[in-house]
């Protein structure tokens, strides 16, 4: 079965319905599975639960079928979610044209190779899919 990855703030911004949108018609284009994945950091205080979750996703794009919600906790968030992906074995991951920024820092202190969907793609051996806003 395949497994579409989608890792999103809470409470969601504009950015994270955005991604969400293109993983829920990702994972229907794929007939797949579907994780949202929020990251607790650390050293915050706050500390959202997968109800809490599943409750703000639910209540923009209705109940959802074959969807999972994951609330994980670390240090650095892009870290963390790479962790988690490598963990589920996601078939696809989808993630925001903002968060793509993010990464490509993260990865340019790994490699000198920038290219987030490249690194991404030969490391985790899964597609990446880049929502745009909107």
Known sequence: MTLVVVPVRYPLTEHS??????????ADQHDAD????????YQNS????RADLRDAVESEYGRLSRT????????LVE?????????????????GKKQAG????????LTDDTDIERFLREE???????AQRG
Do not use: F, P, Q
Request: some cysteine; proline content about 0%.
């Open 17 to 26: 319905k955005a991604t969400l949108k293109t993983a829920i018609s990702t």
């Open 34 to 41: 579907l994780t949202v994945l929020h990251v607790n950091l």
């Open 46 to 49: 706050y500390r959202v639960t």
């Open 68 to 75: 999972r919600y994951a609330v994980t906790s670390g240090l």
């Open 79 to 95: 870290e963390t979610i790479l962790e988690e992906i490598v963990g589920l074995e996601a078939d696809v991951v989808v993630i």
């Open 102 to 109: 993010r990464w490509r820092s993260m990865i340019r202190r």
């Open 124 to 130: 985790l051996e899964c597609e990446i899919v880049t």
